[in-house]
T-cell receptor, first 111, second 114 residues
Framework: LAKTTQPISMDSYEGQEVNITCSHN???????ITWYQQFPSQGPRFIIQ???TKVTNEVASLFIPADRKSSTLSLPRVSLSDTAVYYC????????????FGSGTQLTVLP | EPEVTQTPSHQVTQMGQEVILRCVPI?????FYWYRQILGQKVEFLVS????????KSEIFDDQFSVERPDGSNFTLKIRSTKLEDSAMYFC????????????FGSGTRLTVV
């Protein structure tokens, strides 16, 4: 399993764009990159996933460079309700395998 | 939006007692999972379940744990003889299949062993 490294915490202000970068140097050819969000006392919530280049949905964008050794989750115009822990995961595509969560990034959005 | 439903939201049990945590996965999902999160720690994988059998399990999922899909809609986790260290949030999750990595998690059951 590819190990991921992401900042422990980040602060931002309402209305700003937030970029959380994750490194996964030993990602394998068949691995996807997936991001989850978790609020206190709730289960993780899927945000976005990608394999390469850029993926965008109604919640976030995911940027993956050509070497795929890192990825950046971009949250546009954050609000106070975006305060949560954000997890970067590398998922093997071969089967519905277990998700390995790290410590994540605690994002705190300030007024 | 479809949800994974877990009951109860909070359960308190005495050490040594059996507990059953219940989950109703999303109806068209084929893969089911249990994860747990001890307070302040990481979310940890316990077990995955597909086609009425366990696909994978972690070292945490020892003989004290079992899973079952008794009636085609519910998915249960049983802990036979609870220990203090089993106190945690237990999350059920489901996914459509191998090519879908957007797992849907439930809101969890907070298990407190006293």
């Amino acid at each position: 399993l590819a190990k991921t490294t992401q900042p422990i915490s980040m602060d931002s202000y309402e209305g700003q764009e937030v970029n959380i970068t994750c490194s996964h140097n030993n990602i394998a050819t068949n691995d996807y990159i997936t991001w989850y969000q978790q609020f206190p006392s709730q289960g993780p919530r899927f945000i976005i996933q990608g394999y390469k280049t850029k993926v965008t949905n109604e919640v976030a964008s995911l940027f993956i460079p050509a070497d795929r050794k890192s990825s950046t989750l971009s949250l546009p115009r954050v609000s106070l309700s975006d305060t949560a822990v954000y997890y970067c995961l590398v998922v093997f595509s071969g089967s519905a395998r277990q998700l390995t969560f790290g410590s994540g990034t605690q994002l705190t959005v300030l007024p | 939006e479809p949800e994974v439903t877990q009951t109860p939201s909070h359960q308190v049990t005495q050490m040594g007692q059996e507990v059953i945590l219940r989950c109703v996965p999303i109806s068209n999902h084929l893969y089911f999972y249990w994860y747990r999160q001890i307070l302040g720690q990481k979310v940890e994988f316990l077990v995955s379940f597909y086609n009425n059998e366990i696909s994978e399990k972690s070292e945490i999922f020892d003989d004290q744990f079992s899973v079952e899909r008794p009636d085609g809609s519910n998915f249960t986790l049983k802990i036979r003889s609870t220990k203090l260290e089993d106190s945690a949030m237990y999350f059920c999750a489901s996914s459509e299949g191998q090519r879908d990595y957007g797992y849907t998690f439930g809101s969890g059951t907070r298990l407190t062993v006293v």
